[in-house]
């Protein structure tokens, strides 16, 4: 059985709250790297889904959630 609903903590549990995820923005012009392709530059984003960036020999667009590439 699967509950949706989300977790609520208590104010008097030892345990800390599990950290909200934060979402990776970027910004045309940002340098980034890239697991698999390299350093490269963003050339176009559409919004929180994906990043168009060129890695000098090709473009890829980058889907949201970002796991593999990160702001320099």
Known sequence: M??????????TSPFRPAPTPQIKRFAVGDRVSHDEYGLGRAIAVEG?????VDFGSRQ???TAPFAKLFLL
């Open 48 to 52: 929180e889904l994906a990043v168009l």
């Open 2 to 11: 699967t509950n949706s609903a989300p977790r609520r903590h208590l104010p």
């Open 60 to 62: 890829v667009r980058i």
